[in-house]
Structure formats: structure tokens, C-alpha cells
């Protein structure tokens, strides 16, 4: 497989996993979707494997949500289960009454939990509520996310696409899904405007 073949293809994140496996990539089963297709890249444009993160991939001991979350409790075990998803949620609502959230935010949330983790920032799920509560409020867009294929396509979709729907904007996104082009909004509008001619 070529680089390109990969970049224009769709993987599922249990097809990276077993690609991963196979070439050797160390703890694949608990790497994400963009730390596996980076890993892969890598691999592809290399020969060399190696572990795409620095982050802990060990998650043993009682996970934080079975000790009871609340602000003051260090982040240690993180689930991002339902429970913690309603806690950030109902915590938010506390600081920020009102507060809608933004498509993305929980993403770089975990990105940013995650960052802050490695560094040896120690975090409490009060910092982690105050950080949530951030990105909600950002007024800005987001910058798009490396590996968001889906995020990034159909936040493009619906910035150019005059009166589209988020329905609309997935059902084209299933279609991308299918071709041989990168999966982006700009590649989805190349073969729109020439299927057209």
C-alpha cells in the first residue's frame, strides 16, 4: 500500500488496529484512530515503527468515576463514559448557566487533558470543568483537528454549502467515504464540480 492509497482511503479504527498489529506497532489496541493512522503513515513513508503518543496508555486502578466524582478530585483514571460527559455538563451549567455546547469542545478537551497530563500537570475535574467551559465560550472556530476527516469535512460542508443541513452534510460525507480522493471538503467539491460536466 502506498501512502496515498491509505490517505484516500477510509479505515475503521478496528481495521487500523489489525494493520497495526500485523506491521508491529506496540499497544495498538489502545492507541486512538489518529495516533493508529499516524503510527501507520509512518510506517508507509519510513519502514520504521514507532509509538505515536507519549501519553500513559496504562489505565489501571479504580477508575476517578467509581470514586465519586466531584471538583476537587484528581484526574487519575479518566473515563469518558456517561456519567463523566453529565458531570462536565451539570458542573459547566454551575460556572456558565446557559452554556451551549460547542461542536468539538469535548474533543479538545480530552486532547488538552491529555497534554497537560504528560507534562506533569497534575489536574483536578474542577480544571477540567473550567477548561470545558472555555472552549464552549470561544467565539472563534476551531482550528481543524489533523486526523478529523469527518469533523473537519463536515464543518467545511456546512460553511460552504449555503442552507445545509447537518443530515446533508453526512449523507455527502457516507458518499466521500467511498471514493479514491483524500477525505476532505475540498476533494468532495472537485469530483461534485466534475461530475457535473
Do not use: C
Request: no cysteine; hydrophobic share 30%; aromatic share 10%.
Amino acid at each position: 500500500m502506498t501512502v496515498k492509497q491509505f490517505d484516500n482511503g477510509y479505515w475503521y479504527a478496528t481495521e487500523l488496529k489489525d494493520f497495526a498489529d500485523r506491521i508491529g506497532i506496540p499497544s495498538a489496541n489502545k492507541l486512538r484512530k489518529d495516533e493508529l493512522e499516524r503510527a501507520i503513515r509512518l510506517f508507509l513513508e519510513t519502514g520504521k515503527i514507532k509509538t505515536p503518543t507519549k501519553r500513559s496508555l496504562s489505565n489501571s486502578g479504580t477508575r476517578d468515576v467509581e470514586r465519586g466524582l466531584r471538583p476537587d478530585l484528581p484526574v487519575v483514571v479518566y473515563t469518558n463514559d456517561k456519567e463523566t460527559k453529565d458531570f462536565l455538563e451539570r458542573e459547566s451549567q454551575k460556572l456558565a448557566p446557559g452554556l451551549k455546547r460547542k461542536s468539538g469542545a469535548r474533543y479538545r478537551l480530552n486532547r488538552w487533558r491529555e497534554e497537560q497530563l504528560v507534562k506533569g500537570i497534575k489536574l483536578t475535574y474542577g480544571d477540567l470543568v473550567e477548561e470545558y467551559v472555555r472552549l464552549n465560550q470561544t467565539t472563534k472556530p476551531f482550528v481543524h483537528i489533523p486526523h478529523g476527516r469527518y469533523i473537519n469535512f463536515v464543518a467545511d460542508f456546512l460553511a460552504a454549502e449555503k442552507g445545509a443541513t447537518r443530515e446533508q452534510a453526512i449523507r455527502e460525507w457516507k458518499k466521500l467515504k467511498t471514493l479514491d480522493v483524500p477525505k476532505d471538503y475540498r476533494s468532495w467539491a472537485r469530483y461534485q464540480s466534475a461530475k457535473r460536466r
